[in-house]
């Protein structure tokens, strides 16, 4: 269950006056939501259909029990979801079988020479994860595990060692499931890749991680009722990069939530950051980085808010000295920094879960979903695609041609 509170350290910022500038443009993409053309944003067979989950369910039955290490190897939108959801929901110590190494995320030889000597002697599965299947650093991961899978196993072997996560029907990577029958799940068509956390591009990583999809899954469905809270936060976030409020910090006071955090900055980063216009989306892991960014958010330029995903329930630890459990001591810090910040003119939006689980960050996750899209829609920018990305890709691809 999410709770929001738009009021308490924003109050000053945001008056119903300009609010109702939106009325009407929120209205029409609340129609599109429910029976328009956005409407797909909100069925679950969207994301996965019951089909397809119940083959993740039971691929993930045989990953478990057949490997040391699983590599999931992508990019962007094709890793940052798993690995969120994995930092967020599994334990800081004894993580459960097999490790899980994400790769394909850089060029750096040292990480990857390291990767590399280290699966050498393990049993090995492999996900690649490529919606276009020709993204350079996917496919050089891919094609250097390959190299080092293949003097391990036969080719027999490695049809039950590589699964591909692709495009339903065109790119390399359909084409190598094709030439080879490779395990192959699809990234649904109108899902782009920082959409797809719920789709098997996500719900794999995570499910081979221990976690329970169906309940993430579930979550995500109660988020189909917040609509128009996303369509409210999404315009609050306007008005406040209208009053000069042109930084989003996401802020948590979870360590674990970091990875959710840089999620949040790629969601909103790709899917608004075009045409030369954006909310820059930074991120904050209080109360660490109140020793840091917290000095600028509190007495630096003006030109930042934040935006703070609490947790109200969490586990016990008893604090003796102050005779209160750290959690309340932790909640306490929340409120007076959003007090202290508010002072400072930084203007906080507070959104809490009850306790993180798979349902809630399901939830989340489908809720800052529909938050990045109508942001997109109401400063008129593309949300699904990111033509700055290609930009790189291109001038890299033409390098190397
Ligand atoms: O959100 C996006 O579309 C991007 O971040 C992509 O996920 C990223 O560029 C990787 O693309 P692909 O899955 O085609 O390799």
């Not at 369910?57 to 999931?72: A, G, K, Q």
């Not at 027999?156 to 094709?178: A, F, M, S």
């Not at 703070?308 to 102050?322: M, R």
């Not at 009850?354 to 960050?361: L, S």
């Amino acid at each position: 269950m999410i709770n929001f509170d738009f009021h308490k350290y924003a109050s000053n910022y945001i008056k119903k006056e300009d609010k109702s500038l939106y009325l009407d443009k929120a209205r029409e993409i609340k129609k599109r939501f429910l029976e328009g053309d956005l409407k797909y944003w909100n069925k679950l067979d969207t994301f996965v259909s019951s089909q397809e989950l119940k083959k993740i369910v039971n691929m993930t039955d045989y990953i478990r029990s057949n490997c040391d290490v699983f590599i999931v190897i992508g990019i962007g939108g094709s890793y940052m979801g798993s690995k969120a959801v994995i930092e967020a929901l599994s334990p800081m110590y004894n993580k459960k079988k097999p490790e899980i190494i994400f790769l394909g995320t850089d060029l750096c030889s040292e990480d990857y020479y390291e990767t590399l000597e280290y699966i050498k002697d393990k049993d090995v599965i492999v996900n690649v994860i490529s919606k276009s299947g020709t993204t350079l650093e996917p496919s050089i991961a891919f094609s250097l595990v390959m190299d080092v899978m293949k003097e391990k196993y036969s080719e027999e072997d490695l049809k039950d060692r590589v699964i591909i996560t692709t495009d339903p029907e065109k790119g390399d990577l359909r084409e190598l499931v094709n030439l080879k029958g490779y395990v192959s799940f699809t990234v649904p068509e109108q899902v782009g890749g920082r959409f797809s956390c719920l789709t098997p591009v996500g719900l794999l990583p995570i499910a081979v991680a221990g976690i329970n999809v169906v309940k993430l899954i579930e979550g995500a469905r109660l988020s189909y009722e917040r609509v128009d809270r996303a369509i409210e936060y999404a315009v609050i976030r306007d008005i406040m990069f209208k009053k000069g409020k042109i930084i989003e910090s996401f802020t948590v006071y979870n360590p674990k939530l970091y990875y959710f955090t840089e999620w949040l900055k790629q969601l909103f980063a790709e899917t608004q950051g075009k045409d030369n216009k954006g909310i820059l989306p930074i991120s904050c892991v209080n109360t660490r980085d109140l020793h840091s960014l917290g000095q600028f958010l509190q007495e630096g330029n003006d030109i930042i808010f934040e935006t703070v995903i609490g947790i109200d329930k969490d586990k016990k630890v008893a604090l003796e000295k102050y005779d209160m459990e750290l959690n309340s001591l932790n909640k306490i810090a929340l409120d007076k920094v959003g007090l202290a910040h508010f002072n400072g003119h930084t203007p906080t939006n507070l959104i809490t879960i009850d306790e993180k689980n798979e349902e809630t960050i399901g939830e989340l996750i489908h809720f800052f979903i529909l938050t990045a899209i109508v942001g997109a829609l109401l400063i008129d920018v593309n949300p699904f695609d990111q033509p700055g990305v290609q930009e790189y890709k291109k001038l890299i691809s033409e390098e190397l041609e």
